[in-house]
Antibody, heavy 115, light 110 residues
Framework: EVQLVESGGGLVQPGGSLRLSCAAS????????MSWVRQAPGKGLEWVAN????????YYVDSVKGRFTISRDNAKNLVFLQMDSLRVEDTAVYYC????????WGQGSLVTVSS | QSVLTQPPSASGTPGQRVTISCSGS????????VSWYRQLPGTAPKLLIY???QRPSGVPDRFSGSKSGTSASLAISGLQSEDETDYYC???????????FGGGTRLTVL
């Protein structure tokens, strides 16, 4: 069974940093694209970033370019989202998702940016 | 304002067939495949349809997708009360070099 488990969310002040992790199991992690998608409270889904199997391709939504960094550790079946210079508008539940079409999703990790 | 446009709401009665539209442009739906997701309240989204009309294993054949030009549709036949939830479309956008989602459609089963 495919499992994706996010961790690392929490409350942070504007300008601060957080690092989200997503632990994958139940599939051959190194064969799949991995993505982060977020959902602000009461709002719709917004794709944040994704990367290919070996990390040679990374893409970001414009609003996080230069502030967020996606990375992965294929040996440990982990994907990360380093979030720096956080803004109030980054407050959301962050989901990690696997596959070319967001085939499977984690349960989400809440990030709250507030003073 | 989402790049892909969905109606904010849709409705139908049990057993009825309903469709949800998703409108885009040549840089996203026109040139790339469309996928659909369903999100129950308080839970993570779930993939319903990919590559316009392909269903992952476990998704009932009541759900079907189609695409024409720069628009796509999700059809749900034999509507059930548990279908009452939020639905999202998505596609890769070549101009933005990123994925774009529709704003979501809340389906109500009357």
């Amino acid at each position: 069974e495919v499992q994706l488990v996010e961790s690392g969310g929490g409350l942070v002040q504007p300008g601060g940093s957080l690092r989200l992790s997503c632990a994958a199991s139940g599939f051959t992690f190194s064969n799949y694209w991995m993505s982060w998608v977020r959902q602000a409270p009461g709002k719709g889904l917004e794709w944040v970033a994704n990367m290919n199997q070996d990390g040679s391709e990374k893409y970001y939504v414009d609003s996080v370019k230069g502030r967020f960094t996606i990375s992965r550790d294929n040996a440990k079946n982990l994907v990360f989202l380093q979030m720096d210079s956080l803004r109030v508008e980054d407050t959301a539940v962050y989901y990690c998702a696997s596959g070319n079409y967001f085939d499977n999703w984690g349960q989400g990790s809440l990030v709250t940016v507030s003073s | 304002q989402s790049v892909l446009t969905q109606p904010p709401s849709a409705s139908g009665t049990p057993g009825q067939r309903v469709t949800i539209s998703c409108s885009g442009s040549s840089s996203n739906i026109g040139d790339n495949t469309v996928s659909w997701y369903r999100q129950l309240p308080g839970t993570a989204p779930k993939l319903l349809i990919y590559s316009e009309n392909q269903r992952p294993s476990g998704v009932p054949d009541r759900f079907s997708g189609s695409k024409s030009g720069t628009s796509a549709s999700l059809a749900i036949s034999g509507l059930q009360s548990e279908d009452e939830t939020d639905y999202y479309c998505a596609a890769w956008d070549d101009s933005l070099s990123g994925w774009v989602f529709g704003g979501g459609t809340r389906l109500t089963v009357l």
